[in-house]
């Protein structure tokens, strides 16, 4: 089983910036992608970033493209999500979550391609 454990999340004023992080451990992959998703109150989770295992490919969802950047540091089994220019419908539940393996290059971005999850991390933007 692989754990994910996020961190990070807070309540942050608008145009202000975050950054999360996601450790993975337990019996991780050879390779695996990693991703963002979020999930606000009375709206259904969705697609935020993804990384491949090999950290060259990234995908963003239109909503953070040239504000939010993901990476990773596959020594420490982390990803990172650093958010700036927050704003007040970036609020949300962030959750991370991993696949259960694939090549060096895959960007998934739909739920049913992850296998595992965290338990998510509140993220709050204040107008």
């Known amino acids: 089983q692989v754990q994910l454990v996020e961190s990070g999340g807070g309540l942050v004023q608008a145009g202000g910036s975050l950054r999360l992080s996601c450790a993975a451990s337990?019996?991780?992959?050879?390779?695996?992608?990693m991703g963002w998703f979020r999930q606000a109150p009375g709206k259904e989770r969705e697609f935020v970033a993804v990384?491949?295992?090999?950290?060259?490919?990234?995908y963003y969802a239109n909503s953070g493209k040239g504000r939010f950047t993901i990476s990773r540091d596959n020594a420490k089994n982390t990803v990172y999500l650093q958010m700036n220019s927050l704003k007040p419908e970036d609020t949300a539940v962030y959750y991370c979550?991993?696949?259960?393996?694939?090549?060096?290059?895959?960007?998934?971005?739909?739920?049913?391609?992850?296998?595992?999850w965290g338990q998510g991390t509140q993220v709050t933007v204040s107008s």
């Open positions: 990384i491949s295992w090999s950290g060259v490919n990234t």
């Open positions: 337990g019996r991780t992959p050879r390779s695996y992608a």
């Open positions: 979550a991993a696949t259960r393996g694939g090549n060096n290059y895959w960007t998934p971005r739909t739920i049913p391609d992850y296998d595992y």
